[in-house]
């Protein structure tokens, strides 16, 4: 089992940046495809962003592509969720998830594959 703890993440005004970050302990990270999910209140969770067990592939949310990015340091055993341009509507509480699966150069963008879960980090984006 993987233990996942989120960080990074906190109060900014619109257009700055926040870089989250995932840290994993109890097993090696590069297992695992990883994610990047957010709810925001009153609504469903929603699919951000996910890389592949290299990083040689990755994959976004059409709300976020060109303003997010999302990388893995497998030798640190953390992902990291680079946030640009960020708006008022980026506000959720942002978690990490690790899928055992197998899936290529793809990756799920549903919730549903992965296994293990992060606690979450809140972002706020203030206009």
């Known amino acids: 089992q993987v233990h996942l703890v989120e960080s990074g993440g906190g109060l900014v005004q619109a257009g700055g940046s926040l870089r989250l970050s995932c840290a994993a302990s109890?097993?090696?990270?590069?297992?695992?495809?990883m994610g990047w999910f957010r709810q925001a209140p009153g609504k469903e969770r929603e699919f951000v962003a996910a890389?592949?067990?290299?990083?040689?592939?990755?994959d976004y949310a059409g709300s976020v592509k060109g303003r997010f990015t999302i990388s893995r340091d497998n030798t640190k055993n953390t992902v990291y969720l680079q946030m640009n341009s960020l708006k008022p509507e980026d506000t959720a509480v942002y978690s990490c998830?690790?899928?055992?699966?197998?899936?290529?150069?793809?990756?799920?963008?549903?919730?549903?594959?992965?296994?293990?879960w992060g606690q979450g980090t809140q972002v706020t984006v203030s206009s």
């Open positions: 998830a690790a899928d055992w699966g197998y899936y290529g150069n793809a990756v799920p963008t549903s919730s549903g594959p992965y296994d293990y």
């Open positions: 890389i592949t067990r290299t990083g040689t592939s990755t």
């Open positions: 109890g097993r090696t990270l590069s297992n695992y495809v």
